[in-house]
């Protein structure tokens, strides 16, 4: 799993670097939703939407968002579902002090990996994870065999924390095949560079994670979203190009652009793809004998 030093390495630039180029409302750093989004900030907003649906939130009742960010699932909750608190799992100390000084009374952070989360007596109605699971395995944990095991104890865990009639709403973005030429491998060693400790699950991986744990209960498969998700952001970069280069330096600003430019040509490519995941918690099976 990607470490807090990993995590730290890319997040903990600043939160004023990321919201130069985020949405303004959210500062939703995934694939936003675009079936009818379009603004960013819309997109962001629809793709919260479909989660909560997705994972079957009601008002009143406890969500686990594990990889919280900069708190935007806690703000769209917090709009739309009356008395729901949110409790959120982060390794970036920046967005945690982000997220505890936004003053959302229906909203708590901590840092923490969920491995280490120590649960509530109370357990939890709901668990979303956003653009998450792509740290919970390192590149060499995929290279020698070890990711699905990850994965398999990470949807133990969900079923630990949550009620019985619990569902989780997982956005994640998977591998599809091997690159085909040698753009393809630079550019997922692009993606790759800016997120270090981490690697891409496959279809597979999560499909054999989640047997007798989870059935899928609702999917969507939305890689082409990620396409102007990035647009947006890389817009939004160009904007700001002079204040970025003032007080972040110009080889940032143009690592992260040549990230948003890799990243989406994967997207285009159907190299990398993004599903969204409704899980509902496996009842078991009895056969009788006659």
Known sequence: MATKEDIEQHYDVDNEFYALFLDDKYLGYTCGVWDTATTIEQSQTDKFERLCNYSHVKSGGKVLDVGCGWGGLSTYINENFSNTHVHGLTLSTKQLEYVNSANNPIASAELCAWQDFQPPETKFDAVISIGCLEHFATYEDSISGKQREIYKQFFDWCLSVTTPDAYVGL????????????????????????????????????????????????????????????????????????????????????????????????????????????????????????
């Open 171 to 290: 956005q994640t973005i998977i591998i599809t095949r091997l690159p085909n030429n040698i753009d393809e491998l630079r550019d997922s060693w692009l993606v790759h560079k800016i997120f270090p400790g981490s690697a891409l699950a496959s279809i597979s991986d999560l499909q054999e994670a989640v047997i007798d744990k989870y059935e899928i209960s609702a999917v969507s498969r939305i890689g082409h979203d990620y396409v102007p998700t990035l647009q947006a952001w890389s817009e939004k970069m160009l904007q700001n190009k002079e204040a970025l280069i003032a007080q972040y330096g110009q080889v940032l600003f143009d690592e992260y652009l040549a990230y948003f430019d890799g990243a989406r040509r994967c997207f285009e490519t159907g190299y990398f793809d993004l599903y969204q995941v409704s899980l509902k918690r496996a009842q078991p099976t009895r056969i009788f004998k006659r």
